[in-house]
């Protein structure tokens, strides 16, 4: 099978089984396969909530969800707990996930390893304290500012940092196989000096993962959109995505008034040509954004095409739901896409062409752009027609879309494949 494989395959093959192999990485997809089921399980419940307990879901509208279904407050409040508890979970379940398989590769007790974990979901829960209640006659309240999708990367750095510390401190000291000094001293130091950084850190400026990428990502479209200002935007939001920031796409200010100026002039006078032809609703949310940031509907596609890769299409099947309605966590983790340099790559690509193409087809309005407020949770696939108010020739735009992010996906899968089959030991490496 390998020696099938082009010259540049072989040299991504063998790049990403270096990468893999290395402990760090090791110990990062550990942690995200330790936590797929709380992702896929708040993924689910958040796809459940927008799509089909919100006025503006998909789901919500065209079942009118409203009319039929009891106490729909009540419900939704389950799944909000549900969704928040699970995702909230998963980022601590994964800083204790890596932090463990780190400490677990040295000649560390059970001890040791459970020491080290939880000393790393301390750290987690320091950052996300209101500082204003620190004060002694004020109960301590805790946030959620870095718990969920966004988070993710956040319980890695912290993984990362608590386990090799404790493994670096395990390596130079040595005790008996039942002997909890060494744990009680390492997790006593650990988390005395956790809490004077945490402390010192909130008291000065508190810090939200989310409200920085968000900042980021905004940068491109502070000025006019043209098609470059849509590359940039697709291109980091791609690169925070592959680092493991998940998430919706954020709206600047200026993408929300051009998105009202759009379907205002539609509403006003019908046919009229919109003023904003190139926004990210128009383009990235229409035609390069189906399965979810990254085109991963078409990345999902290429799986179900690629034979005899078992362990991908159980995550395919698996996130298949979400990924329709363009909810790709569960994939990303799953797979993982993330922090992998092969498929990383596609992450990047597919939207991008799917961009130009778009914009391209939009400039010559050979398409219409849309205008009306797309519905959470639509199929990414229809997301063009319904925006034009049922307009075939966005049907036909996201069909080719979709099949030119297919084909970019589906030779990386495969590389992805073999990478994977040769870490496992299954292949032989070229």
Not at 173 to 195: C, K
Not at 238 to 257: D, I, Q
Request: proline share 6%; net charge positive.
């Amino acid at each position: 099978m390998v020696q099938r494989v082009s010259g540049l395959g072989q040299w991504l093959i063998v790049g990403e089984v270096r990468w893999r192999r290395n402990a760090q990485v090791a110990a990062v997809y550990r942690g995200l396969r330790t936590v797929l089921p709380l992702i896929f399980l708040g993924t689910l419940a958040d796809l459940v909530n927008q799509a089909w307990l919100q006025p503006n879901g998909y789901y919500f509208q065209t079942l009118h969800v409203a009319k039929w279904l009891l106490r729909r407050v009540r419900l939704q409040e389950a799944v909000l707990l549900l969704q928040n508890g699970a995702l909230g979970m998963a980022v601590l379940g994964l800083a204790f996930a890596i932090s463990y398989h780190l400490v677990a590769m040295t000649k560390a007790t059970a001890n040791d390893r459970l020491t080290a974990g939880f000393t790393a979901i301390l750290g987690l829960e320091i950052v996300n304290v209101n500082p204003m209640t620190l004060a002694a006659s004020k109960p301590t309240q805790w946030l959620a500012m870095n718990l969920g999708l966004n988070g993710l990367v956040l319980g890695i750095v912290m993984g990362l940092i608590v386990g090799d510390l404790y493994a670096w401190g395990v390596g130079r000291w040595t005790q008996p196989e039942n002997s909890l000094v060494r744990p009680l001293i390492f997790g006593a130091g650990g988390m005395g000096v956790l809490a004077v950084w945490g402390t010192i850190w909130l008291m000065t400026k508190p810090f939200s993962l989310n409200t920085w990428f968000t900042t980021l990502v905004r940068g491109p479209l502070q000025m006019s959109n043209t098609v470059w200002r849509l590359l940039d935007f697709s291109a980091l939001n791609g690169c925070f995505t592959a680092l493991g920031v998940l998430g919706p796409l954020p709206a600047s200010n200026g993408e929300t008034m051009a998105a009202a100026e759009n379907l205002a002039t539609i509403l006003g006078h019908s046919g009229g040509a919109l003023p904003h032809p190139l926004t990210v609703q128009t383009v990235i949310q229409s035609y390069a954004s189906m399965g979810g940031p990254g085109m991963t509907l078409g990345l999902l596609v290429a799986i179900f095409l690629v034979r005899d890769n078992a362990d991908q299409r159980r995550i395919g099947w698996l996130s298949l739901v979400p990924v329709l309605s363009n909810f790709n966590a569960p994939l990303l983790a799953g797979l993982p896409v993330i922090l992998s340099p092969l498929l990383c790559i596609p992450l990047i690509l597919a939207p991008l062409a799917s961009i130009l193409l778009s914009s391209f087809f939009l400039a010559l309005h050979w398409v219409p752009a849309a205008a009306y407020p797309l519905a959470v949770g639509a199929p990414g696939p229809l997301i063009g027609f319904l925006g034009t108010s049922g307009a075939v020739a966005p049907l036909l735009l996201a069909g080719v879309n979709l099949a030119m992010s297919t084909a970019i996906y589906y030779p990386f899968v495969k590389w992805a494949q073999i990478a994977q089959r040769q870490v496992a030991g299954k292949v032989a490496e070229p």
